[in-house]
């Protein structure tokens, strides 16, 4: 079964081809980074306008790199939400043209699900039930995911996702965007222990997230001790050491929360998916925390945990030999939120 995935809920453009909901033929991302970057985040309304321009070029490029035509496509699965609506509807559109003129079946896909099945695609079997933390720029939860069935939230995020903390607090630092990567770079020549941010595990036994406060904390940090371009300058604390702190503020929460979740509903696997699961410290503290207590980790690679049409493929296969495929595609609408 030949698909052909595409993405278009945020700021990325792509797609890709993918044989039997693993083996990868083609995988393209057109990234707006630099059309959003001068104004430190998203701009709905030109991120609809780049996927305009950019969604048969990038569609194109994908089967040409797969070495296939349009014809040799046996389905498409596209992203239906949750993202802006703008976005999707690009995407969206695009598939059920595609579906209509050559009569395939189109599979609308949960962004979410698309980010989960990114751990089916690290190369190790993963055929019995597992945590998987999603932790991405909109969204952070840990799932319970049954290989050949549903997955069960377990706990989400109460105010704002992990990968949106990162965000605002380099915005905070005037450190550019998107903040994650900067952050990631910066800490790794930084001290982790150097400052005392809050660690937000809420009630006793919740698998539930807060990021608020710690975003709060750095925000009063700066009031008191000066921007970072200040620092900088009179030396009065190094900002490499305020993002280690502030990164590992957020970690640690994610890990012992995820490792709690997996010891409660007696799993052996772990997984990690979504754009902050490209984040360095976060996989390596997984690692360790997985290994010290026996599971077996699986992380896809760095460039499949943000956003990509190869996990829409995949998770389009999962649900096609789940539940079929959508019998009324021209109905079908995009969902801003979906959970
Ligand atoms: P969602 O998937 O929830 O709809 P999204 O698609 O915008 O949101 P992703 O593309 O999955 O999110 O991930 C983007 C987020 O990942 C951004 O918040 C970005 O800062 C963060 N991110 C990317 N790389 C890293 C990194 N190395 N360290 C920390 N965060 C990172
Ligand atoms: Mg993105
Ligand atoms: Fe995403």
């Given at each position: 079964?030949?698909?052909?995935?595409?993405?278009?809920?945020?700021?990325?453009?792509?797609?890709?081809?993918?044989?039997?909901?693993?083996?990868?033929?083609?995988?393209?991302?057109?990234?707006?980074?630099?059309?959003?970057?001068?104004?430190?985040?998203?701009?709905?309304?030109?991120?609809?306008?780049k996927h305009v321009e950019g969604i048969l070029p990038v569609i194109e490029e994908a089967l040409a790199g797969a070495g296939v035509g349009l014809t040799d496509v046996d389905a498409v699965a596209v992203t239906q939400g949750p993202g802006l609506v703008g976005a999707l509807l690009v995407g969206l559109s695009a598939a059920k043209a595609i579906s209509y003129a050559l009569g395939i079946p189109l599979i609308p896909v949960n962004h979410l699900e698309g980010h989960m099945c990114a751990a089916f695609l690290g190369g190790d079997p993963l055929d019995r039930p597992f945590v998987c933390l999603v932790v991405s720029g909109g969204h952070t939860a840990i799932y319970l995911v049954e290989p050949e069935g549903e997955s069960r939230c377990l706990g989400t995020?109460?105010?704002?996702?992990?990968?949106?903390?990162?965000?605002?607090?380099?915005?905070?630092?005037?450190?550019?965007?998107?903040?994650?990567?900067?952050?990631?770079?910066l800490s790794a020549e930084g001290n982790p222990q150097a400052f005392d941010f809050p660690k937000a595990f809420l009630e006793k036994d919740s698998l539930d997230f807060s990021f608020s406060g710690v975003k709060t904390a750095v925000a009063h940090f700066v009031t008191r001790h000066g921007p970072p371009s200040s620092a900088r300058r009179s030396g009065s604390y190094r900002v490499e050491d305020l993002a280690a702190s502030f990164q590992e503020a957020i970690v640690e929460v994610l890990v012992q929360k995820t490792m709690a979740a997996a010891l409660r509903h007696s799993v052996k696997d772990v997984a990690l998916a979504g754009g902050v699961a490209a984040n360095r410290r976060l996989r390596e503290r997984f690692r360790e925390e997985a290994a010290y207590r026996g599971f077996t980790l699986h992380v896809p690679p760095a460039r499949l945990c943000t956003d990509n049409?190869?996990?829409?493929?995949?998770?389009?296969?999962?649900?096609?030999?789940?539940?079929?495929?959508?019998?009324?595609?021209?109905?079908?609408?995009?969902r801003s939120r979906w959970l």
């Open positions: 079964m030949l698909i052909l995935g595409i993405e278009s809920s945020c700021d990325e453009t792509a797609a890709a081809v993918v044989v039997g909901g693993t083996r990868v033929l083609s995988d393209v991302v057109a990234s707006q980074i630099a059309v959003h970057s001068p104004y430190g985040g998203v701009v709905p309304e030109l991120a609809s306008r995020t109460r105010d704002d996702a992990a990968g949106e903390a990162f965000d605002k607090v380099a915005k905070l630092l005037d450190l550019g965007y998107p903040g994650g990567v900067v952050i990631d770079r049409a190869v996990m829409i493929a995949a998770a389009g296969y999962r649900a096609w030999k789940r539940n079929g495929f959508c019998r009324a595609p021209a109905e079908l609408d995009a």
